[in-house]
């Protein structure tokens, strides 16, 4: 007697299923990189802040 084997593949995915599968896939990275982009924009901000007060 052989145990049941699960089908390795189920078929091709709904379109809702692609686009949640991408989210989850590449959201992360999106979100980081967004984070990043604004911490360094506050950064400079910053930086040049800091560097008008050092001219007067």
Known sequence: MTPP???L???ALHPFE???VLLLA???FVA???VIAVRRR???REEAAAEGQRDR
């Open 42 to 44: 506050q950064d400079r």
């Open 5 to 7: 084997v699960l089908p």
């Open 18 to 20: 692609q686009v949640l």
């Open 26 to 28: 590449f959201g992360p």
């Open 32 to 34: 980081l990189g967004l």
């Open 9 to 11: 593949h189920m078929g």
